[in-house]
Each structure stands twice: as C-alpha cells, then as structure tokens.
Nanobody, 125 residues
Framework: QVQLVESGGGLVQPGGSLRLSCKVS????????MAWYRQAPGKERDLVAH???????TYIDDVEGRFTISRVDAKNTMYLQMNDLKPEDTAVYYC???????????????????WGQGTQVTVSS
C-alpha cells in the first residue's frame, strides 16, 4: 500500500550537483520521519540525512554544508540536493520512511520501515 520510488541519480563530474527525489505513493494519509541512506560497493548502508515530520534536519559530517534534505508533504515527496559532489559520494542512494499511515478498504493502518529501490549516483571525471 505504500511504495517509495527514487529518481534523479546519474553520472556527474566532481564539483557537480544532482537532485534526488523520493516519491511516496499509495493511499498515504501521513508520513512520519524520512531519511536518505547510501551504500557504496562493499560497504554497509549508512544514513546520510534525516528530516522529521516537523522539518527538523540532521546530516552526517561528510555531507554537512553540501547536501540539503527537504520534503513537500502535499506531494508526498522528499528531496536531496547534492552540491559539490566528490568521488567518495559515489553510492546507491535509498530513501526511507520510518512510519506512514495509509488507507485500505475504508480503514487507516500504520506501517513502518519502508525503503525505495535505490538510485545510483556516480561521481567521476
């Protein structure tokens, strides 16, 4: 009932920019906290940035000042603006929702721990 779809990844040169989007689809009533994670080859999936349902944001030190996380609840969409990209930012980026309320057959339900399928970001000259 709730699906997350990322888009916006691609190949970019060092110093370039990309904007990732995460669209939450389904009969969604409300979305709690959202986040972006990334997973580089051979490494674990790590948190990059987090945004609460109230709009409070946190970032890991490596991206602070370069990345901006945001959300537009009216569109059920979250964004990650990535500037001054570095080769070490190369990874598959995933969006995550910790909890969401959705409607099914006339009733509201709460689900948790939703992930998107990931979008590849490659920073290389």
């Amino acid at each position: 009932q709730v699906q997350l779809v990322e888009s916006g990844g691609g190949l970019v040169q060092p110093g370039g920019s990309l904007r990732l989007s995460c669209k939450v689809s389904g009969s969604v009533v409300s979305i709690n906290h959202m986040a972006w994670y990334r997973q580089a080859p051979g490494k674990e999936r790590d948190l990059v940035a987090h945004i609460t349902n109230g709009g409070l944001t946190t970032y890991i030190d490596d991206v602070e000042g370069r990345f901006t996380i945001s959300r537009v609840d009216a569109k059920n969409t979250m964004y990650l603006q990535m500037n001054d990209l570095k080769p070490e930012d190369t990874a598959v980026y995933y969006c995550h929702v910790d909890k969401a309320i959705y409607t099914s057959r006339g009733h509201d339900y709460e689900g948790e721990d939703y992930w998107g399928q990931g979008t590849q970001v490659t920073v290389s000259s």
